[in-house]
């Protein structure tokens, strides 16, 4: 008898409704996803301190040199991002927030911790737990380029 609960399904189903959840978060802000994500990632404090470029939403993301100068180029054109020359090398454009993009990504962890309290209240706080290693387990299986990042 065939199984017709598909695991990658329901993870693929409540993916689309996370997304969808921020979406709602991000249109009134003017924001895409990958917007915000990569405001989240320049803001993130183990990257405040140290130059980030554009290879490195590149690689954290794993996403193309086009797409990411795009992205760039539409915080930049919004004043939340702006690219600094670097001392030294000319060709080298260092990211950094803008106060504008700081305030902004306050307002963004603000609505995804909200969003985190809602998904955190379906669930005990052991299942919670369990979930949390299951798909875990899922990502390390099935990430066979070890990148931590399926691609």
Known sequence: M????HIGLYINVASHCIRRKMDSYSAPLGLSGIQMRILGFLDNAEN????????????????RRSSVTS???NLEQKSLVKRETVSGDARLKQ???TNAG????RIICHNI?????????CFSAQQHDALIQMLQTI??????DKTGYCK
Do not use: C, P, W
């Open 2 to 5: 065939e199984k017709t609960d």
């Open 48 to 63: 405040r301190n140290q130059a980030i470029y554009q290879r490195d939403i590149e690689k954290h993301f794993g996403i």
């Open 71 to 73: 992205v760039i180029s």
């Open 95 to 97: 990211l950094v927030l």
């Open 102 to 105: 700081r305030e902004t990504n």
């Open 113 to 121: 911790n909200d969003m985190e309290s809602e998904l955190a209240a």
């Open 139 to 144: 990502i390390e299986k099935l990430d066979t």
